[in-house]
């Protein structure tokens, strides 16, 4: 695997998604407040352009990695970079974080009404301007919340149920959703050459080779479901993980049960995961990876 180079994502780069499935037709304050976290069983796909040539364009996915001090802890992946971001909603805001620093910004302050400012705790002045102002993006059209971010006159685009769907700043940087997509939540690892992929009907599709590591969409009883019904059965021979972690700027250190360091790993080598608890990755028998900014998870 190539070294991946850790960059500090801006706050606004941030995604905020909610379930909720109602919204204002009109800019008037919500009864109730909704919920603005992202979907855990969802993966998000934003393409990001950092001026007005479109040959700059790359795109970022959003995926979950677990529970972490209260909140939800949120891998931001591009072709180069990857940021760790912690999503925590009470009553009264919905503040975006890094987790191994000081650094974090209200996104979003209760109720929503238009006309209302508040400092995001970053030195910049945040402010609604709307609550049903229509974006079209390559993901839909949506009726969305707009936010003036007060830096680079930036204007950040809520949409219920979606969440940040569009942002863009005067110069030229612009963050749009492409594409929402259902999320696996593991893979299954094959450990010999053999094993059969079976069709939604219960016919053989493929022999699987020792080595392969297929997407977990769903579990049953005694098979994996890999995707629109196809399945492997569970065996001594199929392995469930959750994914897999990497040390990109510093050796990987796991730890033993009691707490003492247990071994290092080299830079890239990789570790499969079991879990994610209490801001550390499980990686078997109570042997455990804290959270940190260096460590890559891909599912």
């Given at each position: 695997?190539?070294?991946?180079?850790?960059?500090?994502?801006?706050?606004?780069?941030?995604?905020?998604?909610?379930?909720?499935?109602?919204?204002?037709?009109?800019?008037?304050?919500?009864?109730?407040?909704?919920?603005?976290?992202?979907?855990?069983?969802?993966?998000?796909?934003?393409?990001?352009?950092y001026?007005?040539?479109?040959?700059?364009?790359?795109?970022?996915?959003?995926?979950?990695?677990g529970?972490?001090?209260?909140?939800?802890?949120?891998?931001?992946?591009?072709?180069?970079?990857?940021?760790?971001?912690l999503?925590?909603?009470?009553?009264?805001?919905?503040?975006?974080?890094?987790?191994f620093?000081?650094?974090?910004?209200?996104?979003?302050?209760?109720?929503?009404?238009?006309?209302?400012?508040w400092?995001?705790?970053?030195?910049?002045?945040?402010?609604?301007?709307?609550?049903?102002?229509?974006?079209?993006?390559?993901?839909?059209?949506?009726?969305?919340?707009a936010?003036d971010?007060?830096?680079?006159?930036?204007?950040?685009?809520?949409?219920?149920?979606?969440?940040?769907?569009?942002?863009?700043?005067?110069?030229?940087?612009?963050?749009?959703?492409t594409?929402?997509?259902?999320?696996?939540?593991?893979?299954?690892?094959?450990?010999?050459?053999?094993?059969?992929?079976?069709?939604?009907?219960?016919?053989?599709?493929?022999?699987?080779?020792?080595?392969?590591?297929?997407?977990?969409?769903?579990?049953?009883?005694?098979?994996?479901?890999?995707?629109?019904?196809?399945?492997?059965?569970?065996?001594?021979?199929?392995?469930?993980?959750?994914?897999?972690?990497?040390?990109?700027?510093?050796?990987?250190s796991?730890?033993?049960?009691?707490?003492?360091?247990?071994?290092?790993?080299?830079?890239d080598?990789?570790?499969?995961?079991?879990g994610?608890?209490?801001?550390?990755?499980?990686?078997?028998?109570?042997?455990y990876?804290?959270?940190?900014?260096?460590?890559?998870?891909e599912?």
């Amino acid at each position: 695997m190539k070294n991946k180079k850790i960059v500090t994502i801006l706050l606004f780069f941030t995604l905020i998604f909610t379930s909720f499935s109602a919204f204002l037709s009109t800019d008037q304050a919500s009864a109730a407040t909704p919920s603005f976290l992202m979907d855990t069983k969802k993966i998000y796909t934003h393409s990001i352009q950092y001026d007005n040539s479109k040959k700059k364009q790359v795109l970022m996915t959003v995926s979950f990695t677990g529970e972490m001090n209260k909140g939800h802890l949120w891998n931001y992946q591009g072709r180069d970079f990857f940021s760790n971001q912690l999503i925590i909603q009470n009553n009264e805001s919905l503040t975006i974080s890094d987790p191994f620093n000081n650094e974090s910004s209200k996104e979003l302050v209760f109720p929503l009404t238009v006309g209302k400012t508040w400092d995001n705790g970053d030195g910049d002045k945040f402010k609604i301007l709307s609550l049903n102002t229509s974006v079209k993006t390559e993901a839909g059209t949506f009726n969305t919340v707009a936010v003036d971010n007060g830096a680079d006159n930036g204007i950040s685009y809520y949409a219920p149920g979606v969440g940040l769907v569009k942002y863009r700043d005067n110069t030229g940087f612009t963050q749009e959703l492409t594409k929402i997509s259902n999320a696996h939540y593991g893979r299954v690892l094959i450990k010999q050459t053999g094993i059969k992929q079976y069709t939604p009907k219960g016919a053989v599709h493929k022999t699987l080779k020792k080595g392969e590591a297929l997407k977990v969409f769903k579990e049953n009883a005694d098979s994996y479901d890999v995707g629109n019904g196809y399945y492997v059965k569970k065996e001594k021979n199929t392995l469930f993980f959750t994914g897999t972690i990497y040390g990109t700027e510093a050796p990987l250190s796991v730890y033993s049960p009691n707490g003492k360091l247990f071994k290092k790993f080299a830079i890239d080598e990789p570790v499969r995961a079991y879990g994610f608890k209490d801001g550390k990755f499980q990686v078997g028998g109570g042997y455990y990876v804290p959270a940190a900014d260096h460590i890559l998870y891909e599912r």
